[in-house]
Every structure is written in structure tokens, then in C-alpha cells.
């Protein structure tokens, strides 16, 4: 046992901007076998929540970092395989650099014919060693050459590595192509006031209070929120929808989709559908506000707001390309991204490059919100319960009279800067006919 | 245009020579009555008399020998090695004289020796070495690896023509199994260029001999994958066609090297050194070497199978190289 070859499990890099990360638990403990590729602790950063697989097939012979530690990217948190003995008597202090074995017996002098040795295989990608990903040679020349940083491009190489196809590609469609800048120019006009510090230490906890640390996820939350605040001006929209069309084609899909696809058709699923096809009139509302330009898209990347178990946070993971899915796309997409956000599951690529949001916390009852817009987007769609309610319906004869119709509210936050309350209101009088009128799986 | 085996278009061409010039002779072991150990010259002697086709001692110096005196006096020599491996006998007369004559003196040494090389067929450590990179190291030395019948016939007449020492490495495992179209007329292939074997996008498989129809099953199985690989043959190890690689490499910026000699100081050693040296900042993933590996090449078939470069290995290099 004590002779494999010792691998370093590294905290690894999760998305480019992201620095370091949380161990959350580890799924091994130290002297157990893992086999390559299985899960072996889960991990929190700010962007997502993931399993880490393990790099190799060995024991388990040493944990650096703890449940709770959050280290820089690249840091060595375990050690697998190898003759790392018994784990460090003492745990509380991690030794500096648990030396390489070096009492190895040397090989003996080889005998006259040679050893045979076997081929090399080819060396594996090198892992990141410090913050950036490894960047290639001719990677690097072509970055320099057209003064981009290879950092900010998405890689589709071994472990996320920018490839030349990837620069070049980069090059070819400009910064469009790249999924939306990390933090947006701020506004030039009056500085907003600097988000209060979450890791300023407080003072000590006093009595009947309990104190625990912050998340690298909330830490994101909370520095996201605070900046969508001090950038957009937010205003928001209300409408009254009649959802009886929606609900009576959802009555009828409901079985075909669940027996044949296995998907729920939900009220959220028609909701995004209408809203994508609105979105199409609206190019400002699925827009944004980059620096000196306004930016429209001619696709609509739409992020679903999902809640993560327990309160633990909430992310925003992206259906790409909303615009060419029909209702079934649309539920199956919201279906997938939801248990992938709730399994920990994303790849840093699943919650980057949303170009509008939908949030949806009518679940639990509440009729109206107003959400915070997810940066750098120009607006976010709130959907509220669905109620019955005494309604006034007028019939062919001109007559008045009070029905019973299941309602919804629906909100949209606009960005004042970009979208102006008019146009916003005309995108949602649009998104209401197209629920109003909704026929079979719309088309 | 008839079709010629790899062998068939070996004879053409050094028949097609020996009608042509009569300083041209073969000399080798069993070439004239018995018409070569892989009958090469089967009904040389009977045409050229057996004074143009010598049956020679089994000795590979005195072979070598006679064909530097011959060459140094006017002659066209061709000498046939049993066996590549054979050729180590004459080393010294072939590296310390044949190949430094013309930089000494000033005389030419305008010699052929023909190379049976290769494994594939259970000959074992003596019979199925690749020995290019040897003799490639030997400035005064060049070292041809023809792939196909119609640059075995065109290559042979180069380097027939050559004034310098040409060893001419032709592998065993081609011979019959070979075939193709190729021009009945005299015609040469030129030693150093390289042949674009198949034109690809994602990467470069630079390869030569026999390993050419191993990298081109390999390039078609990634190209089930959407990966477009380019397979360089070099033709010539000595020289080689730098230019024709480095082009590919810009190209393509990731790079296999597969040769069926053994891995290390192998010849595609010199060649990866220079890409590195040449093309470093078009790299986009490390230059990578599939080889055989540092043994003995092996009589058990299972043994050998695993020791020459397969398909298989080749698609996995590919394919790391692609995932990279």
C-alpha cells in the first residue's frame, strides 16, 4: 500500500473569476480506497456547488483541509496514495510540506542488458498551478498578439483549458461571443457606496446568539445583490394574468408529457415560453447596458433563479438558446437545471451568460415581489401563486359579470437606466395575450 | 499505368537503372542465381550476366567495401543487406569511410545499400529492426523510408543517381502486401520532400514506412470523431523535410510523431526537438511520441504485436492529443 505513487488533490478551479473554495464534506475519509473519477468531497464556491472527483485510484491517506476551510485555488487539500504513513499524529497542525519519500531503496545497478522500459504514455495536461489555467504557447502568442487575456475566454480544452480553436474563435466573433463580463463598468456618475464587507469581523457573538461562517456562495450572493443594487435602477411592474387557457392546455399535456417524456409541464414552463416569444419585441428588456453601449441579442441565454436545499443559497443556472425550444424544450430544460442546481451538479458554463432572468417564488403562496436584477442583465421576471379569484368578465352581449379564474401575478424589474416604464409595460401587456390566448402546446 | 507490388516496383526501378547505366551492379548475398532472399532480383543474372548481379560472401564489410572502391572508381553500385540488420557488420566501412570520403577527399562515394527493414512477421531481434536513426545521425549519410510502390521505384532512381552513400530502408512488411498504380516510364522522387499522405485540420501525424498505412487507419477512425488529422510521410529521415513539418505544425499546432523504431534517440527524437526549437510558439499541446519501446524487437507474436505501434495506440494518442 505504502508503495503507489503519491497524487495531490488540489482545490481545483470552478470558473474563471473564482479564487478559492469551500470544502464542504468530505465523502472519503483518510485511509479509505477511492477509485479515479469518483466523488470524493463536495465543495462550495461562489459561483457553484459541485462534487470533486478524485484524480486517482488509491487510499485516501491524508486530508489537509478540513469541512468549513476555504483555501485559494490550486492548494493542495489531500493526498492520495503514496507512503504518506498514518495520518500527522498531531492534526492541528498541518505539516508545511509532508516531504516527498526519499528513503526509496535505489534501484540496483542495472544488469548489463538494459531494463526494457515501457512507452511513456503521454503526459497528462498539467494542472493549473497557480490561479490561471495553463496556458499553451501558441494560446499565448495569439492573446498577445490581439491584447486579449486568455483568462477571460471560456476553454473547451482538457480540465477548461483555452485551446487555439478557442482563441481563435474568440477572435473571430469578438468579446460578444464570451459569456458576460464578471462585473460590468460601474456607472460614472455619483460612486455607490462600498459593499459592506461580510468578512469585516464583527464583534463577538453575544449571548443567545450563534455564529457561523459565511459561504463562499452566500459571500457571492451577497456581493452580487449588493452590486446589482448600487448599478441598475430598479422599478418595477405588475400585471393581473387569466391563466385559464394555461391551465386547461397544461391539463391536457400534463399526462402525454409525463407518460411519454417524463416532464412536468409547469405553470413556469408556459410562463418562460410566452416570455422568450416577448422577448423577441423587446430586445432592450433582454439587453444591457455595457459601458458607453447598449447591447442587444439576437438569442435569449434565459436563467431559471433555483433555490438551493436548506435555505443554502440560490443560483441561477442558464438554458441556453431559449429562443429555439418549444414548451417541452422549455420544461425539460428548467427540469434539468434544477436537479443538476439541487445535485450539485453545474459546470461553471451553466450559470454564466444568462441574458434575462425568471424568478419564481409564488410556490409558497406570496402574490407580488420585487426581485433584484442579476447583473448584467437589464431586467428580471417575477411569477406569483396562482389563485382563484372573483373576476369581471364581460360576455358577447356587452354584460358584466363575476367569474371565478385562476390568476397569476407576474412582475417585471427593469433596469430604468436601459428600459423605460412604458416599454415595459407594453412587454407585459404582450407576455399577458400570449398567456390569455394560449392554445395546445403554443405552438 | 500497371499495378506493382512494393517489391515488384523495387525491381522495376533498379532494372529500369541497369539498362539505363552500365556502371550500375547489385552485390549482395544470394541476389544473383538464387534471385535474392526476397527476390528482388529474381532474373537479374540472366539479363545482366554475373558480372552486373555478384553473389557475395556472407560479408556484409566485404560487400561494402568493394562497392566504396567500386564507387570511388567511376561505378554505380547497389548493395543488398540480407537483412537492415545485417548492415551493423559493415558499419565501420560504411561511417568511417563511405560516409567521410567526400568531405576528406573530395571524391564522391555514389553507393546504394538496399535495406530490408521492419517487423510485423515474427523475424525476431535479428531480422526486423528499424535501424534509421543510426545511420541518420552519420553526417554523409542519407536514409530513404519509401511507404509506397511508386516512391520505392522513384526513391530507389534518386538515390541510385545520388552522389553520396543512399541507404534505401525497405520494409519487409510492405513487400507483397502492397500494391499500386506505378508509372512504367523512368521517373524519380526527390530525396528530402515529404508527401501530404492525407490533408487534415486538428493535428499533425508525422510519420514514414510501413507506420504511414498505421496512422492513415488511425486518422480515419478520428475522423469518425470530427477530429481531421493530417498524416505528413516523410519519405526521407535524411534529410528531412523540415519545411513540409513545420508547415503542417503551424497548421495544426499539435503534433504525433509515430515510428516503429524504438523510442529513445529515435529519429522521431530530432524531430520533435525541432519543432520545439522551430515552431514552439504555434504549439497548442505538447509534442507527443509513439514509438516502440526500448527492446529487443521480440519472436512471440503476442510480444511482438504489443511492441510494434498499432492502430490502436495511435487512435489513443490522437485522441489525447484532441481532448487536450
Redesign the interface.
Known sequence: MATETAVDVVMPQMGVSVSEGTITKWLKREGEQVEADEPLLEISTDKVDTEVPSPASGTLVQILAQEGETVDVGTKIAQIGGSGGAPAAVPAAPEPEPAPVAEAPAPAAAPVP?A?????P??P?QEPGGNGKFV??????IASEHGIDPNAIPGT??GG?V??QDILAFVEQGPAAAPAPAAPAAPAAPAPPRAPQPQAQAAAPQAGETVEPVSAMRRGIAEHMRRSVDTAAHVTSAIEVDMSKVVAARETLKKEYQSAYGVNPTYLAFVARAAVDTLKDYPYINGELRGDSIVTRNYVNLGIAVELAEGKGLIVPVIRNAEGLNLLGVARSIADIAARARDKKLLPDDVQGGTFTITNPGGYGTFHGTPVINQPQSAILGTYALVKRPWVVTDENGNDAIAIKPLMNITLTYDHRLVDGAYAGRFLRDLRQRLENWEGDGG | MPELTYLQAISDGLRTEMRRDKRVFLIGEDVGVYGGAFKVSLGFQEEFGPWRVIDAPLAETAILGACTGASMMGMRPVAEMQFADFVSCAWDHLVTVAAKQRWRAGTPVPIVVRLPSGGGFSGGPFHSQNPESSFAHIPGLKCVCPATPEDAKGLLISAIEDPNPVLFFEHKHLYRRIKSEVPEERYTVPIGKARTHRIGRDISLITWGAMVYTAEEAAQQLENDGVSVEVIDLRSVMPWDKAAVLDSVRKTSKVLILHEDTRTGGFGAEIAATIAEEAFEDLDAPVQRIAAPDTPVPFSPPLEKAYIPQVDDVVAGLRNLAEY
Not at chain 1, 116 to 120: E, F, N
Not at chain 1, 136 to 141: D, E, G, I, L, T
Open positions: 538494459a526494457p522500459v515501457a512507452p511513456t503521454p503526459p495536461v499553451s504557447p501558441v494560446v499565448a502568442r480544452g482538457r483549458r485551446t487555439k
